[in-house]
């Protein structure tokens, strides 16, 4: 069992930044890639980012040039830098670990998330 604890979450205007944070804990070697997913009131859930062992990372289309994914493996801590935020960036965050950075579906472990909402 791997545990996820992300932090950093808030309130911020439109073209702000917040850095979000996830601390990793428990099986920690049987995991291959992490990642960000979220999750706005009435849409799917998306992946946002990932990023795998070897530091490959993936992005989805919308946060391109925005965000930044990057993890320190001395802490076992996820970090997700998310800069020129949009209202549209307003979601619940979660963290995630799985297997493969860029597969939606190749993740099996999910924080409790954490929320961001932008202002206009």
């Known amino acids: 069992q791997v545990q996820l604890v992300e932090s950093g979450g808030g309130l911020v205007q439109a073209g702000g930044s917040l850095r979000l944070s996830c601390a990793a804990s428990?099986?920690?070697?049987?995991?291959?890639?992490m990642g960000w997913y979220r999750q706005a009131p009435g849409k799917e859930r998306e992946l946002v980012a990932g990023?795998?062992?070897?530091?490959?990372?993936y992005y989805a289309d919308s946060v391109k040039g925005r965000f930044t994914i990057s993890r320190d493996n001395a802490k076992n801590t996820l970090y997700l830098q998310m800069n020129s935020l949009k209202p549209e960036d307003t979601a619940m965050y979660y963290c995630?670990?799985?297997?493969?950075?860029?597969?939606?579906?190749?993740?099996?472990?999910w924080g409790q998330g954490t929320q961001v909402t932008v202002s206009s």
């Open positions: 428990g099986s920690i070697f049987s995991i291959n890639a």
């Open positions: 995630a670990a799985g297997n493969v950075a860029h597969a939606p579906d190749e993740y099996d472990y």
């Open positions: 990023i795998s062992n070897g530091g490959s990372t």
